[in-house]
C-alpha cells in the first residue's frame, strides 16, 4: 500500500477546507502551523477526518471526507491579510467517498475508547497504523489502495 516504511496520517480539519484543499491539491493542518506537516514524508498516506462542516459553525459532520498520498516538500504561501500558511501537496483520490466514522469506530485501532472516540482528533494530526489506514481506505473508496 505505501513505500516500505511509509507512514499514515489522518488531519482534522472542517469539510470546507479540506474540500478546498482537494480542489487544489494541497494539505493544511493546525491552522497553517508548518510541525504537522513536516512530520510526513513524501509517498505517506494521508486521511482527513471533519468533525464540522464549516469553520467556525457547530454543524456536524463527523466523515472521513478526503484520502490521499503526499507528495513534495513544505512550503508556505501567502493568501492575504498577513495569513502566511504551510501546506504540502497531495494526491487525492477525488472517486473516494465521504465515509461517516461512526460504523468504524470498532474496527479502528487508534480509537481506544468508542464511547469517547472524538477523543483521538483533539490535537488536529495523528499518525494511525496502516491497518486503520487500509480499513478507511476500503470504506472510502471500495477497494485496496497501490501505491
Avoid at 491579510?81 to 479502528?108: K, S
Avoid at 472516540?117 to 499518525?127: T, V
Amino acid at each position: 500500500m505505501s513505500r516500505e516504511g511509509g507512514r499514515f496520517w489522518i488531519g482534522v480539519a472542517s469539510r470546507d477546507h479540506v474540500l478546498r484543499g482537494v480542489r487544489e491539491g494541497f494539505a493544511q493542518l493546525n491552522h497553517g502551523k508548518a510541525r504537522a506537516l513536516e512530520r510526513m514524508r513524501d509517498g505517506d498516506g494521508l486521511v482527513y477526518y471533519s468533525p464540522k462542516e464549516r469553520f467556525g459553525e457547530r454543524e456536524p459532520c463527523q466523515r472521513f471526507t478526503a484520502i490521499g498520498r503526499v507528495v513534495g516538500e513544505v512550503y508556505q504561501v501567502d493568501v492575504g491579510g498577513g495569513f502566511r500558511p504551510y501546506r504540502r501537496d497531495v494526491h487525492y483520490w477525488t472517486e473516494a467517498r465521504e465515509t461517516p466514522i461512526r460504523p468504524l469506530l470498532e474496527a479502528l485501532d487508534f480509537i481506544q475508547d468508542p464511547r469517547r472516540w472524538g477523543y483521538a482528533f483533539r490535537f488536529g494530526h495523528l499518525e494511525i497504523g496502516r491497518a486503520d489506514f487500509e480499513r478507511i481506505a476500503r470504506a472510502m473508496l471500495g477497494r485496496a489502495l497501490d501505491f
